[in-house]
């Protein structure tokens, strides 16, 4: 059974940082396209960041130019560099895997337990 363990949340003060990880337990991770979700009470749940298998980028507007998706092939775990927080990212960030993309191979989802992130002075 694939697992994902999310790690590195915690409380910042406005400003601060943070680094997300994501360590995943599948043996073809690097098949695997991988994102960040969010979800604040009372809010759905939303896309923060992607990685695809070859390492192409994307960040929501909300997050563009503060935080940024990257990932380890050989740690098997993606990252979430998270900077310049604001309150509003406060929220239960959530790890997810998509794959694996190879040829004749069914595509399966999994998600982590998520992990909380507070930005409060």
């Known amino acids: 059974q694939v697992q994902l363990v999310e790690s590195g949340g915690g409380l910042v003060q406005p400003g601060g940082s943070l680094r997300l990880s994501c360590a995943a337990s599948m043996s073809s991770f690097s098949l695997y396209s991988m994102r960040w979700y969010r979800q604040a009470p009372g809010k759905q749940r939303e896309l923060v960041a992607s990685i695809t298998s070859d390492d192409t980028t994307n960040t929501a507007d909300s997050v563009k130019g503060r935080f940024a998706i990257s990932k380890d092939n050989a740690k098997n775990t993606v990252y979430l560099q998270m900077s310049s927080l604001k309150p509003e990212d406060t929220a239960v960030y959530y790890c997810?895997?998509?794959?694996?993309?190879?040829?004749?191979?069914?595509?399966?989802?999994?998600w982590g337990q998520g992990t909380q992130v507070t930005v409060s002075s």
């Open positions: 997810y895997a998509l794959g694996p993309f190879a040829p004749g191979t069914t595509l399966n989802t999994y």
